[in-house]
């Protein structure tokens, strides 16, 4: 029978600017910042449910075509998580870990998450994934161009059929399982270039419920329904 418990869980974190206009707020920002605190309860959230691997969609590299202002301050409020809200992930056993094609990033946001991963990095409660200036078609040609360099370079060689297992050691989540469900909110049915090769065999679950307003109930719930398919798969 397949297994009825969620190992990794994905979430797309949608709807913190509709939130925002939705509560005519002066700035999406403010949705922005419902939205963390929402992040930092879902932590806890999967600790309760024994979930070990959350991989959260925080800023995707199509962000980039926001408008300046916006992107400025979604790094500012990043920063803000990072350096401020870091002694909870400690407290709570959270191991951080970055994914994502952080070129696009500034010197001092790239020091900020790696000091980060370095004193979260012996936690092992909950492993944590934030995909940061990510895209999944991104991810892929990068560890594609990654693999002709080492047959370039003679450490990898044509004469041995390429696998899948040795190719995943190429992506940016090496050793990390494959994502069992997907969850996103704000109604949009799609991954949105959310990890293409992780998620293959996920199983999606979405809801019109935006980001800010999201709970540990309606985690239940998405986690009963997963619970549910693989019951029914295994009859």
Not at 181 to 206: C, E, K, M
Request: glycine share 6%; with cysteine.
């Amino acid at each position: 029978m397949p297994e009825q418990k969620v190992r990794h869980l994905g979430v797309i974190m949608d709807g913190n600017r509709r939130w925002a206009r939705q509560h005519m707020l002066k700035s999406v920002m403010g949705g922005h910042e419902k939205g963390v605190d929402t992040f930092i309860d879902l932590c806890e959230w999967c600790e309760n449910a024994d979930i070990p691997y959350l991989t959260v969609y925080a800023f995707s590299t199509e962000n980039f075509k926001r408008s300046q202002q916006e992107v400025s301050d979604l790094f500012k409020l990043m920063r803000r998580f990072f350096v401020e809200e870091i002694h909870t992930c400690i407290e709570k056993g959270v191991k951080v870990v970055v994914v994502g094609n952080l070129s696009y990033l500034k010197p001092e946001d790239i020091k900020v998450i790696r000091d980060a991963e370095e004193v979260t990095k012996d936690c092992g409660k909950l492993y944590l994934q934030i995909a940061l200036s990510y895209g999944g078609r991104d991810e892929i040609l990068r560890a594609a161009e990654a693999y002709a360099r080492d047959v370039a370079s003679g450490k990898a060689s044509l004469d041995t059929p390429l696998t899948e297992d040795a190719f995943e050691q190429y992506l940016m989540t090496p050793g990390i399982p494959d994502i069992d469900l997907v969850i996103r909110t704000g109604g949009d049915h799609r991954l949105s270039n959310f990890f293409p090769w992780q998620t293959t065999y996920a199983d999606l679950w979405f809801t019109d419920v935006l980001w800010p307003d999201f709970s540990e109930k309606l985690l239940g719930e998405a986690l009963q329904w997963y619970a549910n398919v693989k019951v029914n798969k295994g009859k």
